[in-house]
């Protein structure tokens, strides 16, 4: 039944199922294939150093089966590179990718029963800013395509009563504030303040010196 193998072969490098019936003269060839559809937010902000949950959820008229799996790529901000996957679940396992960015970080936080394919990332960093992509497979249906989520890492600051905090690279804690009358505090002092103790003790020092 060479047409038969022929002709059921073509649909099945096609569908990825097939049922057939025929001869060496006709061939025939149904299948029940459906769409998964995956929804992700759009986009999410996140403080750096955090942890963050990047929420997908599909709908797929199959039952879940061991042939279900949940793939994560991620592409970094301006870049043109094909998304790269660093996390990959399949039959209650979970599997790093290519992608060693996440490797420590990322784990499986959803539910396939639920239809949930979520995942958590931890201490997410600045070099954490891209889109994420959410891939679901349930044969026999196929998925139309990825859901999608652009993440933005925003950066650590510390709100004071007293003004406004930046975290250095070295720790170290800079408080600054523009009062009314125009004037510079740091650290909650005037700045001119500052100039001026420093021009008394330089005065001082000079006056020792002659």
């Not at 073509?10 to 006709?26: D, H, M, P, V």
């Not at 652009?150 to 406004?164: A, C, M, N, Q, S």
Request: charged share 15%.
């Amino acid at each position: 039944h060479l047409a038969l193998t022929l002709c059921c072969s073509i649909f099945l490098q096609q569908y990825n199922f097939i049922a057939c019936t025929g001869t060496l003269e006709s061939c025939s060839a149904t299948a029940d294939i459906s769409i998964v559809t995956v929804t992700t937010p759009t986009e999410l902000s996140v403080q750096a150093g955090a942890n963050v949950k990047l929420p997908c959820i599909f709908i797929s008229s199959e039952e879940i089966s061991t042939a279900t799996s949940v793939t994560w790529s991620f592409q970094q901000k301006g870049s043109t590179a094909r998304p790269i996957t660093f996390l990959y679940y399949s039959d209650g396992k979970q599997y790093n990718g290519k992608n060693t960015l996440f490797n420590g970080r990322s784990s499986w936080a959803g539910n396939l029963t639920m239809r949930d394919a979520s995942i958590k990332i931890e201490n997410v960093q600045p070099a954490d800013n891209g889109t994420y992509f959410c891939d679901v497979k349930n044969p026999p249906d196929i998925v139309a395509e990825p859901g999608q989520i652009k993440v933005k890492v925003l950066e650590e600051e510390i709100t004071v009563d007293y003004g406004r905090a930046a975290v250095t690279p070295e720790n170290t804690i800079i408080i600054t504030k523009t009062t009314t009358s125009g004037n510079i505090l740091l650290n909650g002092e005037s700045f001119w303040q500052l100039v001026l103790q420093f021009c008394c003790i330089l005065a001082s020092f000079l006056s020792n010196l002659f």
